[in-house]
């Protein structure tokens, strides 16, 4: 539901400017994808080339290799949520394992045909939650907001009953990096035997997440946000909810029969060193990331006087801050500064823009939802980016002002 502008020419050129790092122009949109890290890379090149056996090809040692790098990369996926080993199923990336979860919950029982998801949902989730109520012929409620982004508890709560197979609410938004109180949904879950499924794609990595502590039933994740691969993502739930899902892509049973099909193991074994990495490094990078936001906010205030933070204030992932620049249209002030890659809130479908779902359903007005700009960072970024962005940003937006001014 965004719109993020390619490498330009120039930037190609240039590439690459830190060593294995990526591109010389500032990327500051590490919620759309993050680099492989260098050491991920090592790891998969390693079983690109030496790992080529099926994974589930016990008989023989080759096979044995490549299911046992799978078993180790698992350990470490779990490791990162608090989960046991077996609950992670190795999917291609979130949005699969979404879908698995939402198709796999409402069609599991004709009784409960009905899903419930919050309004700031990622499009993956509303996407499969729409062919699920069209399969299942139940309904799809939607719950609301608050003007922060966060789910309103008690809306949310009026919409869930026994018909509800599974409730979707994110852990926290890739937009404005929100966080939301998944503990009291679960809790609504739970009375009402309602499934909760967390997609915490844009948690994980960057806070401490365990599964237990927000009582979800199903997690969702993807590799590629972490500094591993593209192709690689988990759902992650006990072996009860396993039994429960309906497996859409069941093939040869393979990742307990509910994720059928020759697992890719370099992706996993690359996704299984991000997730090692990631816990390990947690704390540190969050706190790089928290600082680098709070210099790029002291920067940009200082410049610009009716700059309004969209989202929480407090409570949100540490390297996300969306800002909105009233009388700036967002668009025009990324065009305007084509080293700097940020995001919008906006997509562009069939050439028509569109303004994105989050910031609406946030009570933005189109205007105001088309005046933000997502800032996200990441490992990579340093203070010298920051405090280049900060005065690009500055002065692309004086210059739309101005121009719109005219
Ligand atoms: N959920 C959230 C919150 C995301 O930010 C994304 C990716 O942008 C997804 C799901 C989909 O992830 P993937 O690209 O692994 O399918």
Not at 155 to 181: Q, R, Y
Not at 206 to 217: C, F, I, P, S
Request: aromatic share 4%; glycine share 10%; proline share 4%.
């Amino acid at each position: 539901m965004r719109v993020s502008r390619g490498l330009t020419s120039r930037a190609r050129a240039s590439v690459p400017e830190r060593e294995g790092w990526g591109c010389g122009v500032t990327y500051l949109d590490f919620n759309a994808s993050t680099p492989i890290d260098p050491r991920v890379l090592e790891a998969m090149m390693s079983s690109l080339s030496a790992l080529f056996g099926n994974p589930s090809s016990v008989q023989h040692l080759t096979g044995q290799a490549a299911g046992s790098a799978i078993e180790g990369a698992r350990e470490h996926v779990a490791a990162l949520v608090g989960s046991a080993t077996s609950d992670v199923i190795f999917t291609s990336g979130a949005s699969e394992a979404i879908t698995l979860a939402i198709l796999g919950a409402v069609l599991a029982d004709p009784s409960r045909p009905n899903l419930v998801v919050s309004a700031v949902e990622h499009k993956a989730t509303f996407s499969a939650a729409e062919l699920g109520v069209r399969l299942s012929g139940g309904e799809l409620k939607v719950a609301p907001v608050d003007r922060s982004g966060i789910v309103d508890v008690d809306e949310l709560k009026k919409l869930v009953d026994s018909s509800v197979a599974l409730v979707a609410v994110m852990h926290a938004n890739n937009e404005t990096g929100a966080i939301n109180p998944v503990q009291e949904v679960s809790e609504i879950c739970k009375q009402s035997g309602s499934l909760l499924l967390v997609d915490a794609t844009q948690s994980v990595g960057k806070l401490a997440v365990d599964m237990t502590d927000l009582g979800a039933d199903i997690l969702t994740f993807s590799s590629h946000k972490m500094y591993g691969p593209k192709g690689a993502g988990a759902l992650v739930a006990d072996r009860y909810v396993q039994r429960v899902l309906v497996p859409f892509f069941p093939g040869g049973g393979q990742e307990r029969g509910l994720r059928g099909g020759t697992q890719d193991t370099a992706a996993i074994v690359g996704f299984g060193e991000a997730a090692r990495i990631s816990r390990a490094e947690l704390q540190a990078c969050a706190d790089h990331a928290a600082g680098l936001v709070d210099r790029l906010l002291m920067q940009v205030r200082e410049a610009v006087e009716d700059l309004e933070i969209v989202g929480p204030r407090t409570g949100r992932i540490p390297n996300t801050i969306n800002l909105r620049f009233p009388g700036a249209d967002a668009e025009a002030v990324m065009a305007s500064m084509p080293d700097i890659e940020v995001s919008t809130g906006s997509a562009c479908q069939a050439a028509v823009p569109m303004v994105s779902h989050v910031l609406l359903a946030m009570g933005l007005t189109w205007t105001e939802a088309s005046e933000c700009l997502r800032i996200s960072v990441g490992r990579p970024t340093t203070e010298a980016d920051i405090d280049h962005a900060a005065e690009s940003i500055v002065r692309s937006v004086e210059r739309v002002r101005g121009m719109t001014a005219e």
